[in-house]
């Protein structure tokens, strides 16, 4: 009998206090916006809501998430409210958030942006590769573009952006074009000017440079090489468009890469390739507007991500054979 009332307080108690935690945290409606971070899950989640005074109890947030048969945690930003129960709460978890948090690195391609904005839920790569090859967009600095995929190139602003997922791929494609636009400042066509580069040309350059540097350190320097080399009429010789004309990247170029057909082979053509290679980030196009001042013709990667320069081809050789 004793062993029945205790089984009963028990049953009770758990009763009573899972009445009290599926209760909404206050009537008063406190509203917040909560910040779904990417691979957050629904037990980090929990204790969040609970810290933020949302739901009264993390415990029973993460039992009646495990139960849902459909619960899914998209990355983004969800308006909620203290008034709102547990189930409430999951259910409006369950939508597609207001807005999406989505970082573009450094150095992405078009086609990696796009399957960046797919992974996210946000439009199809047919919707995208559609805008990005036919649309018009009011943008000087897109004269001349290739055509094909690779015509918004180097222009699409590598940034952390918070996106409505029912905006269209046109407004998403235009909001990072007219981030990029943002950063030609008067100072800049300025500078620009006074290296005889236009915008694409520096963008293109910034892209090679993004591309061919790991190390902060070395982008100015690489940069360097390159007007140098562009000075005195000489090929880049950059893998990384050689690279980026292979289109799947290799861990290593052979002889046979490098006389590959393409006026993106910049070992075969002097000067600039077409156009960017890649969407370089702020340090890059720094980089080429502010090079460091040197007579370097070369360089090679050393293991450490650093590159070891050269002014001579003999220097070059030594160097290649000191840290390839």
């Known amino acids: 009998m004793g062993i ?21 945290y206050s009537h008063t409606g406190n509203n917040q916006t909560i910040l779904v971070s990417q691979g957050m899950t629904p037990d980090q989640l929990a204790g969040e809501l609970q810290q933020h005074k949302l739901i009264r109890s993390a415990l029973l947030f993460k039992l009646l998430a495990h139960e849902h048969p459909s619960f899914e945690l ?37 086609e990696q942006i796009i399957a960046l904005f797919v992974q996210k839920g946000i439009g199809t790569k047919a919707e995208f590769t559609k805008v990005i090859t036919e649309d018009s967009f009011p ?32 407004d998403i494609i235009n909001m990072l074009l007219s981030q990029f636009a943002k950063g030609v400042t008067p100072a800049v066509q300025k500078r620009l000017a006074a290296m005889k580069l236009t915008v694409p040309q520096w963008v293109t350059l910034a892209s090679i440079v993004e591309k061919e540097a790991e190390k902060a350190s070395d982008r100015p320097l690489i940069a360097s090489v390159f007007l140098n080399r562009l000075k005195i009429n000489k090929p880049l010789q950059s893998c990384a468009t050689i690279q980026f004309l292979l289109g799947t990247p290799k861990p290593k170029l052979y002889d046979k890469d490098l006389q590959i057909p393409s006026p993106y082979n910049t070992y075969l053509h002097k000067g ?32 450490d991500g650093y590159h070891a320069f050269a002014k001579t081809y003999a220097q070059h050789l030594r160097n290649i054979k000191l840290y390839e």
């Open 74 to 110: 998209y990355a983004g930003e969800y308006r909620l409210s203290s008034s709102m129960t547990p189930q409430e709460i999951i259910k409006q978890l369950t939508k597609k958030p207001l807005v999406l948090r989505v970082t573009i690195p450094e150095g992405y391609t078009t």
């Open 272 to 303: 600039l390739p077409p156009g960017p290679i890649s969407n370089p980030g702020t340090a890059s196009l720094q980089a080429v507007l502010y090079p460091a001042k040197t007579d370097y013709l070369y360089f090679v990667a050393k293991k």
């Open 4 to 24: 029945i009332l205790i089984l009963l307080a028990v049953g009770l108690g758990f009763f009573s206090w899972w009445n009290w935690a599926d209760q909404p």
């Open 139 to 170: 943008y000087s600095f897109l004269k001349g573009a290739p055509q094909g995929i690779h015509r918004l190139e180097g222009f699409l602003s590598p940034n952390t952006y918070f996106i409505n997922p029912l905006e269209s791929p046109h």
